[in-house]
Every structure is written in structure tokens, then in C-alpha cells.
């Protein structure tokens, strides 16, 4: 039967008929919304991130990370139109509301509008970084942009130019929803709502985290929000922005995508196999058929046996479950004796028994473990830009000790050597924290040219990291940084090394893990075991070999191939 095999990041839905999902597994899904059942399923060759329905239910769109949006025929996907032109990652696409035409927002920080035939008709230049949406106004003439770049920008085609640039103060901005006034709600990592209208700005705190997505219903005028706070809330626009609900996510909900599948009924994307669904009148979930997937997040080694954690949060010991967290995890830590988790939900967990450790108000993406005054200890890296250091006491108390401020944006790595932490950040930022003292020694604001992923430690103070930017940084001593190009031609997500430092390995969204060699300056492992995303990295010492977890649910293992 057709499934999700990884989370389901995108979703639309059609007159209260169709229901369509596009997934980091590759795949898009096509569902009857009466049953949830699945009627049909297209592929693509890298993550599919975003999806939307035609005006007259007759074709699909769909956005990807393998730098293509692609137009499908309905009901049966039938591929009809490739749109390759893009030099990254596709992050959203939109119709046209009356016209054959597309519009797409790219990581390549451009704009594109296309005929249903493939041919590009206007390419729009002038966000500084990755355009993340794109919306058609209502008259058809203008679409409005939103970027990294902390900007909104409406470009026309009657004119072929931008004809308005909208500053939001730097903050990066996710998402646009346009109203039948032409009141643009822009929704940024600070958790505010931007009111835009005729280039004036009113702003609404709305939430404690960054927002996500915003979705608006014409027919009740209501926005809805979703937020890595964990929270969706919905407002009346009739007359400004009024709170009209509000509801916790359940853990299996994801708050990147969300559409109206009536005008009281929301569809949401998941980490599991199937789409969840909400009623705003009765404030009632229903998450029937959303099973957990397989996906790996994570992979560690630990006396003799090899760990994992993915999407369902359920730790695996050589395969077996052995305990449960209840929600998607990001990493797995060794600290002591402990093994600690966490992810979606904010929560660190015990990875052994699944027990709760503490609650974070955003998700958590990263941890390395040290120690400091004879006490094991852990940094953990969160969404919103915190370091959460905690220790664990003789007694068995794990205890928060102190919470750095990383960065102004999500942690995305995190490592450890020497006496110092290493973290780097959505904006490409990287910091250095001394492990003696928890206070900041070094910044170094432009790290990469793109979002940073990972980090790890390399022995003796010295750590490397990666990027989108597809290159490889040596960090060593002050203001020492060594650039390396790498074989890779998508963005890099992770990077572990060898005990020893030598060996350092990469793994990419599309599958790619490249092992450079220190000593040589070469690389002399280039392997693509798998076209799903490597999601992480762990160096097995005892068998010299790099493992490789994956979004396809295996660990792959990349043996070192030594000079």
C-alpha cells in the first residue's frame, strides 16, 4: 500500500476531495479525502518539500530538493511538466489563479515564472538569500516573495522588475498568506505575524518561537499559524488580527506545512505515514493512520552495540526497540552513563528508557558531551538559537546548569575538543564557548556562504563544519580556517570524524558520503550508497568505519580507506 516512509513536509488539499503530501521520502501522495485513502503516488529524485492544487483541481505542483518543480496530471500523477532551470533546492511553487502559469521560490535566492509547457518566462533577482515562498496576488499581476534575507519583495509582470521591497528588519521570514483586501501576513523566526499593506508594517507578537507557515481562509477571513512553539493558533482578519483558537501540536505533527480542507477543517503534514487532521470549532485531532516511519536521525556506537533513533523516536539496540520516547529525535548523546535525546517536541530524553529529562520551549537539534569540573556534562543546541548545558551529578541528577546564548537563529551543530564548545547556526554563523568558564571567546558571524549544518570536534581545540555551500571547513587556532571544495553537488547535512582527526567524513541530502583524508588533502572515499538523505555520522572506532544513518532507515557503513 502506498505510505510515507519519511516525514511528510508538505500538504494542499482540493474542494474537500483530494488531500496531497509531499514527503522527504521522495514521494508525492495523493489521497481521497473522504477515506485517507491513498489513490496515487509520484516521485522525485531528492526530498519534496512543497505541494499545491491548481485553481480547477485538474494538476498538481510539487517542489523539490532535487532543484526541480514538476506539473502532474489529476487523478492519475501522470508526469506532464519538469521545471529544471533552478540552481537549488525548490522550496515552494504556486499557481497562477487565472493563467497557465507557475511561479517558484529557490534557495538560488531567485524567483521564477513559467508557462505549464516548461518555458521560463521571467526570472526575478534581488533577494540576497534563499527565497523560502512565493504567493500570487489577487489580480494575477504581482507575486510577493519572502526570503532569509528578512524581506518581502513584490515583483510584477506587467512590468518584468520589482516594484516593492518591504524590509522586515533582517529577521528571516518563512512565509507569506495574501487575503482578498491584499493584506499581506508575513510570518518571521522572531514568532511575530507582519501586517503589510500598501508597504506599511504592523506587527503582532503571536508566538514564542519562529513561525513556520501561515495559511488563510477566504471564505471565515481567518490566518492560521503554525510555530516551532509547538502551538497552531487561528485568527480573525476581518478587522485586523484577532485570536479566534489555539491548540497544542501533538507530538506526530509537524508545523512546516498545513492546509483548509474545508472551512473548518485543517490537514497537516506528520512525521508519520500518513496526513493528521484538526477541527477548529471543536478544537478535536485526529491522527488515524498516521504510523510511525522507519527514517534514521541518528547513530551511535556504544559498548559493542549500535544505536539509532529517527521520525517515531523509538530507540533501536542492533535493531531492536528498546525504548520509547514518544517523538521524533535529532541526535543521540552519550553523557556518563546516560545516552540523552531529544527533537520536535523540546524534550530531552533518557534514550535508554525513554524517561523525561527536561522541557525546552522549541525543538532541539544537536548535542556534545564534556567534561567540566570532574562532572559529565552536555550542551544541547536548540531551535532558537540556546545552548542548554546540563551536567550529571554523581547522584544521578541531571541538572541544568547554565543556557548559552549560540546564536540569533536555530543551533544546527554542536561539538566539543579541547576546552572549547563549537556550535553552528541556520544564518552561517559559528561561536566558541569555553567549557571551563560557559562564556563566549569567539565569533565568527559569516562562517559559510550558507546555512551551516554540522560540526564536529577534531582533537587538541581544532573542529570542522559544513554547509549548503557544499564546502568543508578546518577550524584550528585563532582565526586559522582552512576552505575545502568538496565532491558533493547537494547540501552537505553532517560530518563526523576519526578518533584521531584524520578522517573526515561528509554525507549529503541526495545520498553522497566523501571521507577527506588530512594527512593527503585528498578524498579517498566518494560513495553513494543510497538516493535518500544521509541524515548523520558516527565513527565506530572498534571497527574503523564510518556509519552512515539514513532517512531510508539504514545504516550504511562507509569503511576508511587508509593511504
Not at 503534514?269 to 484538526?278: E, I, P, V
Not at 581545540?461 to 565532491?487: C, I, M, Q, Y
Request: hydrophobic share 35%; proline share 4%; with cysteine.
Amino acid at each position: 500500500m502506498i505510505r510515507h516512509r519519511g516525514p511528510i513536509s508538505g500538504i494542499a488539499a482540493y474542494d474537500s476531495t483530494y488531500v496531497a503530501t509531499a514527503g522527504y521520502d521522495n514521494q508525492v501522495v495523493l489521497w481521497n479525502a473522504a477515506d485517507r485513502q491513498p489513490l496515487a503516488r509520484g516521485v522525485h529524485d531528492h526530498l519534496a518539500n512543497q505541494v499545491s492544487f491548481s485553481p480547477d483541481g485538474t494538476y498538481l505542483l510539487t517542489s523539490s530538493s532535487d532543484y526541480t518543480a514538476r506539473l502532474w496530471s489529476l487523478p492519475d500523477l501522470k508526469l506532464v511538466t519538469v521545471f529544471s532551470n533552478h540552481d537549488d533546492d525548490v522550496e515552494m511553487s504556486a499557481f497562477h489563479p487565472t493563467e497557465p502559469l507557475i511561479a517558484t521560490a529557490s534557495r538560488d535566492h531567485r524567483v521564477r515564472v513559467y508557462g505549464f509547457g516548461g518555458e521560463l518566462r521571467f526570472v526575478f533577482e534581488g533577494h540576497t538569500a534563499d527565497v523560502i515562498s512565493v504567493e500570487w496576488a489577487r489580480d494575477g499581476d504581482e507575486l510577493i516573495s519572502s526570503s532569509d534575507d528578512g524581506t518581502i519583495k513584490r515583483w510584477s509582470l506587467s512590468k518584468g522588475a520589482k516594484v516593492a521591497d518591504i524590509d522586515l528588519g533582517g529577521v528571516e521570514t518563512d512565509t507569506v498568506a495574501l487575503d482578498s483586501n491584499g493584506i499581506v501576513y508575513a510570518g518571521n523566526d522572531d514568532g511575530e505575524i507582519v501586517l503589510i499593506q500598501d508597504e506599511s508594517t504592523t506587527t503582532h507578537p503571536a508566538h514564542e518561537a519562529g513561525i513556520k507557515r501561515l495559511v488563510h481562509n477566504a471564505a471565515r477571513e481567518l490566518l492560521v499559524s503554525l510555530s516551532y512553539d509547538r502551538t497552531l493558533r487561528v485568527w480573525d482578519t476581518s478587522d485586523g488580527l484577532a485570536p479566534v483558537a489555539s491548540s497544542s501540536l501533538p507530538s506526530d505533527v509537524w508545523p512546516r506545512s498545513c492546509a483548509f480542507l474545508d472551512d473548518n477543517t485543517l490537514v497537516f503534514a506528520t512525521f508519520g505515514t500518513s496526513y493528521a487532521t484538526y477541527r477548529i470549532d471543536d478544537d478535536s485531532w485526529d491522527l488515524d493512520g498516521v504510523d510511525p516511519t522507519p527514517g534514521v536521525n541518528a547513530v551511535i556506537t556504544r559498548r559493542g552495540a549500535r544505536l539509532t533513533i529517527g521520525d517515531a523516536g523509538i530507540l533501536r539496540e542492533n535493531g531492536a526497540a528498546r525504548a520509547r520516547t514518544g517523538s521524533l529525535c535529532n541526535f543521540l548523546t552519550e553523557v556518563g552513563d546516560r545516552v540523552v535525546t531529544g527533537g520536535q517536541m523540546g524534550t530531552v530524553f533518557d534514550a535508554l528508557s525513554g524517561k523525561v529529562l527536561h522541557q525546552h520551549r522549541s525543538p532541539l537539534n544537536c548535542g556534545a558531551a564534556f567534561v567540566r569540573e570532574g562532572l559529565p556534562h552536555v550542551v544541547i543546541g536548540a531551535y532558537t538559537g540556546e545552548g542548554l548545558v546540563f551536567s550529571l551529578r554523581p547522584d544521578g541528577e541531571f541538572r541544568l546548569e547554565e543556557t548559552l546564548h549560540l546564536h540569533g537563529n536555530a543551533v544546527k551543530g554542536v561539538a566539543v575538543s579541547g576546552d572549547s564548545i563549537f556550535s553552528v547556526s541556520a544564518d552561517a554563523e559559528a561561536a566558541w564557548f569555553s567549557t571551563i568558564s560557559l562564556t563566549e571567546t569567539r565569533r565568527a558571524p559569516q562562517a559559510h556562504d550558507k546555512i551551516a549544518n554540522g560540526c564536529v570536534g577534531l582533537g587538541d581545540g581544532a573542529f570542522a563544519s559544513v554547509s549548503r555551500d557544499l564546502k568543508l571547513r578546518v577550524w584550528s587556532g585563532e582565526d586559522a580556517v582552512v576552505t575545502l571544495d568538496t565532491p558533493h553537488d547537494h547540501s552537505i547535512k553532517c560530518v563526523s570524524a576519526s578518533a584521531d582527526g584524520r578522517y573526515i567524513a561528509t554525507g549529503s541530502y541526495n545520498g553522497l558520503v566523501a571521507v577527506h583524508d588530512r594527512a593527503t588533502g585528498t578524498w579517498p572515499t566518494v560513495t553513494r550508497p543510497t538516493t535518500a538523505g544521509i541524515s548523520s555520522l558516527h565513527y565506530d572506532g572498534e571497527a574503523k568505519t564510518f556509519l552512515a544513518g539514513s532517512y531510508d532507515s539504514t545504516v550504511y557503513e562507509v569503511p576508511l580507506e587508509r593511504a
